[in-house]
């Protein structure tokens, strides 16, 4: 139901109010890298570092014979390593079964490969140029914090697009610090424990239940303007609502807007910016889903028994599946980042 998206959001913010400041101020660096992330050409060091990848694969393949072959595995480094992305998510262990010690080619290859699938990640930030790598850098060195305050079952994906519907929230209103950023976190935590919440919560299933009619969408507008909350609880509360009818209830943005100043509600939550920073963060979600999804190709691979197929699918999928996944996220966060600056800017330099 839609309304599991707006409690999942308070719960998760709401866990950041009593966090320091200096881990939250790791957060603002990565999301200023972000932001400033400007134009870049990825394609270059990703097609470079592939065909490295490709031909150490290759290798590998046309040395292995199933005769004296053990099947690659995922080892313990893969596991500790899951909140990176891309292929430091599923390191391929050496080979390492006996009698191919002996073979000393496949026994070096197979340990340039997986050192390679490694670092691939790094190496093309890296190339591409110093803020691209210092993003990446940070966006890894964050994961792990990031997870630590979800609750049980909340996946990464969900709570970086919640933190960045927060920022944005935060950055269009005022200064993007720790002070405000724990202050906004309180208002979370305000609203999710309060019963005025509930109003929203069924107001929303009735939404996503209903045809979103003009005037079912009107009736949910009036239970927004209807909110007993100050300042800033009420603007955490409809920008977010708002966010949920345009990207999961797939609610026109002429519709929404017409109905809030309808139903009275403030003119900035439903201007162009708005629903461009709200794009933007969708942007942001989808393609941390697509290179997090690297990960179940890797584990498919490590799945197939016979080693010569393990061997073969990887070469597949290198030029194939994840090869593009990797176009698609540096890609996507390249427009994510112009987008939501574009979108953010305008406020912040009214502000000042």
Not at 83 to 100: H, N, P
Request: proline share 1%; net charge negative.
């Amino acid at each position: 139901m839609s309304s599991t998206d707006l409690i999942t959001y308070l719960n998760y913010m709401s866990t950041w109010e009593t966090e320091s400041d200096a881990n939250i101020d790791k957060l603002i660096a990565e999301h200023s890298l972000f932001v400033n992330l400007g134009q870049f050409d990825s394609d270059t060091a990703i097609n470079d570092e592939f065909a490295t990848l490709n031909d150490l694969a290759c290798k590998v393949r046309d040395l292995t014979i199933a005769a004296d072959a053990t099947q690659i595995a995922a080892d313990a480094a893969a596991v500790s390593a899951i909140w990176s992305f891309g292929m430091s998510m599923a390191a391929f262990a050496a080979l390492e079964a006996a009698e191919l010690i002996e073979r000393k080619e496949i026994s070096s290859k197979s340990k340039e490969l997986n050192d390679k699938l490694a670092t691939v990640d790094t190496d093309i930030s890296k190339k591409i140029n110093k803020n691209v790598a210092d993003y990446v850098a940070k966006y890894k060195e964050n994961n792990n914090l990031i997870a630590s305050k979800a609750p049980k079952g909340l996946d990464t994906k969900t709570c970086r697009g919640n933190l960045m519907q927060f920022m944005a929230e935060v950055e269009k209103n005022t200064i993007l610090d720790a002070a405000n950023f724990k202050k906004y976190a309180a208002s979370a935590r305000i609203v999710y424990n309060s019963d005025e919440i509930n109003k929203v919560y069924d107001a929303l299933d009735k939404l996503n239940l209903s045809s979103r009619s003009d005037a079912d969408v009107k009736q949910f507008m009036d239970v927004l303007k209807g909110l007993n909350y100050p300042k800033t609880e009420l603007s955490l509360v409809q920008n977010f609502a708002i966010a949920i009818m345009f990207y999961k209830l797939k609610i026109a943005n002429a519709t929404i807007k017409a109905q809030a100043e309808a139903a009275g509600l403030p003119v900035e939550e439903v201007e162009a910016t708005a629903f461009e920073a709200m794009d933007a963060v969708g942007k942001f979600v989808t393609v941390v889903a697509v290179v997090m999804s690297v990960v179940d190709v890797v584990f498919n691979i490590l799945d197939i028994v016979d080693v010569v197929k393990q061997c073969e699918k990887m070469c597949d999928e290198l030029n194939g599946t994840i090869k593009s996944s990797y176009k698609s996220y540096f890609d996507g966060i390249k427009e994510a980042s112009k987008q939501y600056n574009a979108a953010i800017a305008p406020k912040q330099r009214k502000a000042a």
